[in-house]
């Protein structure tokens, strides 16, 4: 069965770059009504799609998580030599924590989290997370349930070496968060059932910027960008890009 593969977006605005980043398992309709949104008000967006994303479960444990930090400075200079000076970056779950290594090696306007994790003290909701979504892959394919069982199970066992990449990748910008001045708004929905929601306090109190804000949605669980919240998330989102110097 063939199925549409997503592709990433560039919706062009005025001098104002804001990189949209997905999460985990995710592509680029993690972040694109956010940047539907923030494009109508002027801002260019650009949101890319990692290795091993917006295709098959098999294609993602191929990749590394090094490779998706490369993706994103790609990603970054490609903004920077369609001639953008001002970007900021708004991260959605991993897309988040990506968006905090950016911002702490690279000038940047603002940084956004949206239910982004620093702390790696459940593997299964990793784990979780991903048999759902290779699951759903698999049933669009119309595969019958013992052979998705099966195929499922063989997944978890070879992704093994990714997960502990994800952990050094998010300990590392856990360790270092508090070197960033960059500008940040935490968003965090209160109903996280994939992270550990105490990342969202950590980040807002080590970050050393004076400009940081964090808030909590009553009304959404960890895919923040698609929950009953999403509006509001938008309107805050709006107004803490509005505050930065650009």
Avoid at 114 to 137: H, V, W
Avoid at 151 to 166: A, M, P
Wanted: glycine content about 6%.
């Amino acid at each position: 069965m063939k199925m549409k593969q997503p592709q990433p977006f560039m919706f062009e605005g005025d001098e104002r770059a804001v990189l949209l980043l997905h999460g985990f398992t995710g592509h680029s309709a993690d972040v694109r009504m956010l940047g539907r949104h923030l494009n109508s008000l002027g801002y260019t967006c650009y949101a890319p799609i990692y290795r091993g994303h917006g295709t098959s479960p098999e294609e993602l444990v191929e990749a590394t998580a090094e490779q998706w930090w490369e993706d994103v400075l790609e990603a970054y200079q490609h903004l920077q030599e369609k001639g953008y000076q001002k970007i900021a970056v708004a991260g959605l779950s991993l897309g988040g924590v990506l968006g905090l290594r950016l911002a702490c090696n690279n000038p940047l306007q603002g940084v956004v989290t949206m239910c982004s994790p620093m702390f790696f003290d459940n593997e299964e909701q990793l784990t979780i997370g991903f048999r759902q979504f290779a699951k759903e892959y698999k049933q669009l394919e119309k595969k019958d349930e013992e052979t998705i069982k099966e195929e499922v199970d063989n997944l978890l066992t070879n992704s093994k070496e990714l997960f502990q990449q994800i952990e050094k990748s998010i300990t590392r910008v856990k360790e270092n968060v508090d070197m960033l001045y960059t500008p940040t708004f935490v968003a965090q929905a209160t109903h996280d059932q994939m992270i550990n929601p105490k990342s969202a306090n950590y980040i807002y109190e080590n970050v050393e910027s004076d400009n940081k804000h964090i808030k909590w949605y009553e009304n959404a669980g960890h895919a923040i960008t698609f929950s009953k919240d999403k509006d509001q998330l938008h309107q805050d989102v709006e107004e803490f890009l509005a505050s930065l110097d650009w």
